[in-house]
């Protein structure tokens, strides 16, 4: 049987999701878009709300909550403000290695402190010669008796200058390739971890986002996460239970777009009616409407596949590409609905499109998403 009703718990934590949106998240949006300072306010009462630690079993004091349900608090953080959600969410993505692969102990130890005070995790797999090509990755871990040193360089690190704890990804055998790397998890106080540039991004610019540097940095064994040489599974396995919510955060930025430009249609007037009444300008906020509903569908079946413990590499990635890539042409489209206006800060529509723009890029681009897709369809 197909339903598409939410149960009474997704709809009270959707209600929550959309009112923190509302209230917390949307009035200091343009604020923290000046990239000037992290979102420490916003932050505290995420983590009071429990938005910080919500994927992470209950066992160890997280609020263990589906994959279906994440994306549905997802779509609604997202359309609060793009920047403040990736902040919240790579804490969950910097957990998932931690959750899928970590020993009790592990879990224990670095995952019950995220739900006891606030904190921050970041998943360190991009280099600035290993984006899309992550077996080019350079870093290295070398055995020295019960530890590793890590040495190398990770971009682009979403989360990178505020985390407490890292997961990182190394070669351990580099003449193995993406066979030889492992993952470990390092916290940012390690000797030998240092904050190298801090990014000045076109949009999320709420997001804090840096390269960091690991110089001879002694890991413990206990630390590697799985056993040597099934980092590059760890991270994909990784990426196939973020990506819907990705394509979910693609949804929360285009509704914002709609709505946005629903109203803006009824209330701007030209030629003696709101352009609303214009039948090209209702076609387009219907065409929006439809591919935000099927973005949303996207996400949900991926979410539920994943939930259930089934195989769903392609529909992650169908959702994150399709979600990703609606939010763009959506905002364009509201941009474009509200003429000159949408191109100046004073109304919301341009950092929307610059919000929406790196949902394409960052969790593996939509070229990376379509070659996955490419070769589940071709065998």
């Known amino acids: 049987m197909i339903s598409f009703v939410l149960t009474e718990e997704q709809l009270a934590l959707q209600n929550t999701a959309r009112e923190f949106a509302l209230k917390e998240m949307r009035p200091v949006a343009a604020k923290y878009d000046q990239g000037h300072e992290f979102p420490w306010d916003v932050m505290k009462k995420a983590f009071e709300v429990g ?33 403040l959600f ?12 931690i959750i899928l692969f970590g020993t009790h102990e ?18 360190c797999l991009t280099e600035p ?30 989360n990178g200058g505020v985390a407490r704890t890292h997961v990182v990804f190394a070669n351990t055998d580099p ?26 991004k076109m949009g999320q610019r709420a997001s804090n ?30 990426l196939d239970k973020a990506r819907p919510s990705v394509g979910a955060a693609g949804v929360g930025v285009a509704r914002a777009a709609l709505d946005y430009a629903i109203e803006y249609a ?30 949303r569908l996207l996400v949900w079946h991926a979410a539920w596949l994943i939930d259930n413990k089934q195989k769903a590499s392609k529909e992650a990635a169908m959702a994150k590409a399709y979600g990703s890539d609606v939010a763009m042409r959506t905002t364009v489209e509201a941009l474009q609905i509200y003429g000159g206006y949408g191109y100046m800060k004073d109304y919301p529509m341009e950092k929307l499109v ?13 070229e990376i998403q379509r070659l996955v897709i490419s070769k589940e369809i071709l065998g």
């Open 175 to 200: 003449e193995k390739g993406i066979r030889g790397m492992s993952a470990f998890i390092v916290q940012a106080d390690t000797p030998g971890v240092s904050v190298g540039k801090v990014e000045d």
């Open 354 to 366: 610059r919000d929406a723009k790196l949902l394409q890029i960052y969790e593996g681009t939509n």
């Open 51 to 83: 938005f910080l630690y919500s994927s992470i079993e209950s066992e160890y004091g997280g609020g263990g909550l589906s994959l279906l349900d994440t994306a549905i608090i997802s779509e609604e953080l997202a359309a609060g403000c793009a920047g």
């Open 129 to 158: 010669q290993a984006g899309s090509d992550a077996g080019n990755m350079l870093s290295t871990a070398k055995k020295v008796g019960s530890d590793y040193i890590i040495n190398g360089t990770k971009c682009f690190i979403s």
């Open 86 to 97: 990736t902040t919240m969410m790579v804490n969950s993505l910097a957990q998932t290695p």
């Open 266 to 295: 009824n209330s701007r007037e030209q030629f003696g009616k709101p352009i609303s009444a214009f039948q090209h300008i209702a076609f387009k906020l219907a065409d929006m409407a439809t591919e935000v509903n099927a973005a």
């Open 209 to 238: 986002t840096v390269e960091l540097v690991f110089e001879d940095v002694k890991v413990p064994q206990e630390n590697l996460l799985g056993k040597e040489g099934i980092g590059f599974m760890i991270a994909m396995k990784t």
């Open 106 to 123: 592990q879990k224990k130890k670095f995952l019950t402190p995220f739900s006891q005070e606030l904190s921050f995790g970041a998943f």
